[in-house]
């Protein structure tokens, strides 16, 4: 054991690592940690001091992992997994109440599953509600989970797959931003401004191409940008004001609210039941899985998007 303690790195640190890398951002990491933007930067330099070599490099406004950090990442990824399902399963053991595990976009866990948790509870005090935020695409994640919560229609054969709500995409920036827009916006208009750009790998999402097209504007070059592959991240620059990006109305509730964003335009473009509820083919279902949709279902109509 003590040979394989000198061989290993800092343990500690390779939980902010994990949320590093899954974020692109050492902010973003810190606020799932709960610690200090510092604290997490500390962590991943003390990593890579032990190391011998980078895992980040450092851009702006977030960090992109190098070769050697990608290859680490798939390592920690793993082995926290297997941690996690082996404590999920010594915890079922003494849990006295049901445990309800649920998976959610990062964004649908805040703007759309905190206000309805509440509710469920109390019509079913005795259930444990565990909920998992993340940015991972739901055929990624290895963790235990009951039912996912995810916009958009991914993996099919991995998945039944229920639709529960519509969603909606409008154009977001900063108040600041916003000043020196012009008064009256046109698609036209709006393709000339500095756009934020959200792109994922095997994500086909609406784009900013798509969403000016539904408002016939004539797009005779290829629109420029900062391009981001977190949307948080993303959400984070157009509130540092430096660009419009789209907002789809079911994930971005908490910013609006708080003034950090604003509609700029009323062009909006409808995506019909965009929001969907996942459940894991050949396995059993939650016993109350079935509970829980038919809640979500019966409320999240009440809910603004």
């Not at 700029?264 to 995506?271: A, G, P, R, V």
Request: glycine fraction near 6%.
């Amino acid at each position: 054991m003590t040979k394989l303690g000198k061989r290993l790195p800092p343990l500690g640190c390779l939980i902010a690592f994990d949320a590093a890398f899954r974020h692109g951002s050492f902010t973003r990491a810190a606020d799932e940690l709960a610690l200090s933007q510092a604290s997490v930067s500390r962590q991943i330099r003390l990593l890579e001091t032990n190391l011998g070599f980078p895992l980040f490099e450092r851009r702006r406004y977030d960090v992109v992992p190098t070769e050697e950090g990608k290859i680490l990442a798939e390592s920690v990824a793993n082995s926290l997994r297997n941690i996690a399902q082996t404590t999920d399963k010594l915890r079922a053991r003494f849990d006295k109440g049901e445990t309800l595990t649920i998976l959610a976009d990062l964004g649908l866990a805040s703007g759309l599953l905190a206000p309805l948790l509440g509710g469920f509870q109390r019509l079913f005090p005795d259930t444990h509600l565990r909920v998992l935020a993340t940015t991972e695409p739901i055929e990624e994640v290895k963790e235990h989970f009951d039912i996912g919560l995810q916009s958009g229609y991914w993996a099919p054969h991995t998945f039944e797959i229920i639709p529960i709500a519509d969603d909606i995409l409008f154009p977001v920036c900063s108040p600041a931003f916003a000043q020196d827009l012009p008064r009256k916006l046109n698609a036209e208009a709006l393709a000339n401004q500095p756009l934020l750009h959200f792109k994922q790998p095997a994500r086909d999402w609406p784009d900013w191409k798509t969403f000016l097209a539904e408002f016939g504007a004539q797009l005779d070059s290829p629109l420029q940008g900062l391009e981001f592959s977190s949307y948080a991240v993303y959400l984070d620059v157009a509130e540092n004001g430096e660009g419009i990006a789209l907002g789809w109305g079911r994930q971005i509730m908490t910013r609006l609210s708080s003034g950090r964003l604003i509609r700029i335009t009323d062009m909006s473009m409808k995506l019909p039941q965009n929001i969907s509820i996942y459940l894991k083919r050949h396995e059993d279902k939650h016993p109350l899985a079935q509970s829980f949709i038919n809640y979500l279902g019966e409320n999240v109509d009440g809910l603004p998007a």
